[in-house]
């Protein structure tokens, strides 16, 4: 990514940023990084968008903050994910270059045409026939993570923590049962999705990289043993369907296997990770607001809409990165081939020039529109899914926990794309 100084200025594709504005900047997204800016970076994305809705990134390529800007460059084919070829580019000494981002550049949401468009083909996805038939393990799922946390509460633990024992359980057990992983391995390949997002952060360290780099690492020896058993033992689950599908579309056996293991790499960073940061936003959001269980016992229809509210408000996502397919103009800024830009998601999801009052959540929002789950053609596969889990927990609770409360604020990752709560400590009234 191109920055280079210059009398002074880093100059960044066709604008030249004084000093004194980078380092601005620099600050911001150093205030982001903390404990205190994770807790609330609103306030920082509004001063961020106050700049423009195009604006130059100090470490090279720019930051968008309007939302029709972000929405328009997600839905356009000039615009492309940075893939392998794009990394491979930039050279061995940069991030892009570490052993855990060269890996995740082979899963399908960073591919591009026509790649992508064969691989997501041959994974298919959740139609609402595969959703009909999740719905009922969801519901058993769901209905028992809340049993435990029910006794838990009322068996003489004073509180206990949601996000451990709900948010980040359901997603693992619903894909984990649907790609029959057997349920011993669950906690640990939830671990090493945790470990593993640092090397799509936006701006990881060295010391973050080399965890993602273990974690990947580990994640590649586990799938790839399960593709190896699955081929030996076939059965009736997504990993066997994919190798016939594989087998079929490919006659190298070991690139075959390579291809499968990509797909199931990608469904599960995809089902964990951010779902389980939906579920406990979308929880902390309705114990904040007390009034929040009164209107969804009385209309339980806005389960949905308060599901499509979170995603705007808060959503898990807060940076999606594209880089340019050809020279280009955004919004009056000339944008060079190759360079990336910053789509930042969770400032555009505020801009008032898209939503009346977006700092205001209101789960009876006229249209919650949001960019959480992508755009164009790499909307995510897995949003059916996210929306299932979402919307079943949300009508569980409601019914069953109304004395549910906040113990304290919960303390949240050290991120700035992908956001996290590290617990969700909760206490019956």
Not at 165 to 188: F, K, M
Not at 386 to 392: D, F, G, I, V
Request: include cysteine.
């Amino acid at each position: 990514m191109a920055a280079v100084a210059q009398k002074g200025a880093a100059i960044v594709g066709s604008l030249t940023t004084p000093p004194s504005d980078r380092r601005a900047t620099v600050s911001l997204f150093s205030r982001l990084r903390t404990a205190e800016g994770q807790a609330d970076p609103f306030p920082l994305y509004a001063e961020l968008r106050s700049r423009g809705g195009v604006s130059p990134a100090p470490w090279g390529g720019f930051l968008v903050t309007s939302f029709d800007t972000c929405d328009r460059i997600l839905r356009s084919s000039d615009w492309l994910e940075p893939d392998k070829s794009w990394r491979d580019r930039q050279g061995p000494r940069t991030r892009w270059h570490a052993p855990s981002s060269r890996e995740i550049a082979s899963t399908m949401p960073a591919l591009n045409p026509p790649e992508h468009t064969r691989v997501r083909r041959a994974a298919g996805g959740f139609d609402r026939t595969a959703i009909q038939r999740m719905g009922r393990t969801v519901g058993e799922l769901t209905d028992g993570l809340l049993d435990s946390l029910t006794a838990r509460l009322r068996d003489g633990e004073a509180e206990t923590d949601f996000a451990a024992l709900v948010s980040e359980e359901l997603p693992i057990a619903t894909i984990g049962a649907w790609l029959s992983l057997p349920s011993a391995d669950w906690p640990r390949l939830r671990e090493l999705t945790h470990e593993q997002v640092f090397t799509q952060e936006l701006l990881p360290s060295a010391s973050q990289l080399a965890r993602s780099d273990v974690a990947m690492a580990e994640l590649r020896s586990y799938f790839m043993e399960l593709i190896r058993d699955r081929r030996a033992h076939p059965g009736d689950d997504p990993v066997s369907r994919w190798i016939s599908t594989w087998d079929a579309m490919e006659p190298d056996r070991d690139s075959a296997d390579e291809a499968v293991y990509f797909l199931v790499l990608f469904v599960l960073l995809a089902a964990l990770e951010t779902t389980s940061t939906l579920l406990s936003t979308m929880t902390l959001l309705l114990l904040e607001e007390p009034g929040h269980w009164d209107l969804l016992t009385a209309r339980p229809d806005l389960v949905p809409a308060f599901v499509e509210e979170t995603l705007r408000y808060d959503p898990p996502t807060h940076v999606i990165s594209r880089v340019a397919a050809r020279d280009c103009t955004v919004d009056g800024v000339e944008v060079r081939a190759d360079e990336m830009v910053h789509l930042m998601v969770g400032a555009a999801h505020r801009d008032p020039a898209k939503h009346h009052d977006p700092e205001r959540f209101d789960p009876r929002r006229a249209a919650s529109q949001h960019l959480a789950f992508s755009g164009g053609i790499h909307y995510c596969l897995g949003a059916p899914l996210a929306r299932l889990e979402a919307h079943t927990l949300l009508r569980q609770l409601v019914a069953r926990l109304p004395r549910l409360t906040l113990a304290r604020r919960p303390p949240r990752a050290p991120r700035v794309a992908f956001r996290r709560l590290l617990s969700l400590d909760v206490a019956l009234a």
